[in-house]
């Protein structure tokens, strides 16, 4: 079982930068692909960026977004840059899928944090 906690949403002007973290427990956390995920009002949830061995990103956020992991802390790291009002929504943080970049292929997933980029 893994449980997922992500922290550091927030308000932040359009331009802006947040960091945002997935804290996670379990002792095999190096083994899982993990994930980010976001879903604004009235949308479905889509696809971020994964950690897998190589990192995959959303055609959206490529060249803004970064994501990063620290397995000896279990966590993992989304870096976000130069934000826009539509980066707006509640981001997620999941773990352990045979396709990264899939939502349904997750196995665990955080309760979300609200990001809100403001123009």
């Known amino acids: 079982q893994v449980q997922l906690k992500e922290s550091g949403g927030g308000l932040v002007q359009a331009g802006g930068s947040l960091r945002l973290r997935c804290a996670a427990s379990?002792?095999?956390?190096?083994?899982?692909?993990m994930g980010w995920f976001r879903q604004a009002p009235g949308k479905e949830r889509e696809f971020v960026a994964a950690?897998?061995?190589?990192?995959y990103y959303a055609a959206s956020v490529r060249g803004r977004f970064a994501i990063s992991r620290d397995d000896t802390e279990n966590a993992v790291y989304l870096q976000m840059n130069s934000l826009k009002p539509e980066d707006t929504a509640v981001y997620y943080c999941?773990?352990?899928?045979?396709?990264?970049?899939?939502?349904?292929?997750?196995?665990?997933w955080g309760q979300g944090t609200q990001v809100t980029v403001s123009s």
């Open positions: 379990g002792r095999t956390f190096w083994r899982y692909a």
């Open positions: 999941a773990a352990d899928a045979h396709d990264p970049t899939i939502a349904a292929s997750y196995a665990y």
């Open positions: 950690s897998s061995g190589e990192s």
